[in-house]
């Protein structure tokens, strides 16, 4: 019988409000950590308190709410209709919902442009953070994963490899991300 290792996922603190500030004691400290993580095990968990604080995490998944709970079962489900859905759902508009999403997205893209740059610095390449970053577009998706046990199985999704640089996933009380390390244990 072989025993089996659960990998744990690195936490990369970034509580301390000059940690995203490039060149900072705090900034050097959190880079050490981001690229220790990312060489490990290829991911970590983020704590961001003073980037992600709990109103707009409310806020944002408080408005995503009505959009999970639309019936996907009918035939004109605005969520099947991509980018545009929100005229679909609001043809009045809802500013309340495009503040809250355009906040959110640029928080997150706030984030992973420095820990891009962290990486970038960690390598001796911070040259090309610029370019790369330029080049960069973001897209923001909504995916409501079903718990694996209300499913029958024990997989949510099935297994697959983000093409990005980077992705940050922002759960919300289902903890089931499963990751393969280096050794392919999940």
């Not at 577009?137 to 995916?143: T, V």
Request: aromatic share 12%; glycine share 4%; net charge negative.
């Amino acid at each position: 019988m072989s025993s089996q290792t659960v990998a744990r996922i690195p936490v990369v603190d970034f509580s301390k409000a000059d940690c995203l500030k490039p060149g900072t004691s705090s900034w050097l400290s959190a880079r050490k950590d981001v690229c220790r993580a990312l060489e490990e095990l290829g991911c970590f968990m983020a704590i961001l308190p003073s980037k992600v604080p709990p109103e707009l995490h409310k806020t944002i998944f408080n408005a995503f709410d009505e959009l999970f709970n639309f019936p996907v079962d009918t035939p004109d489900n605005p969520l099947r209709a991509g980018y545009e859905f929100t005229h679909l759902f609001w043809p009045n508009g809802n500013d309340q919902f495009r503040e809250t999403a355009d906040l959110y997205a640029k928080v997150m893209a706030e984030i992973d442009e420095a820990v891009t740059r962290m990486v970038f610095e960690n390598y001796g390449v911070e040259k090309y953070h610029d370019d790369h970053f330029q080049s960069t577009f973001y897209y923001l998706r909504l995916i409501k994963y079903k718990e694996p046990k209300k499913l029958g199985v024990d997989v949510g999704l099935r297994s697959h490899t983000d093409k990005t640089f980077s992705s940050i996933l922002h759960q919300n009380n289902v903890n089931g991300l499963e990751i393969n390390t280096k050794t392919d244990e999940g």
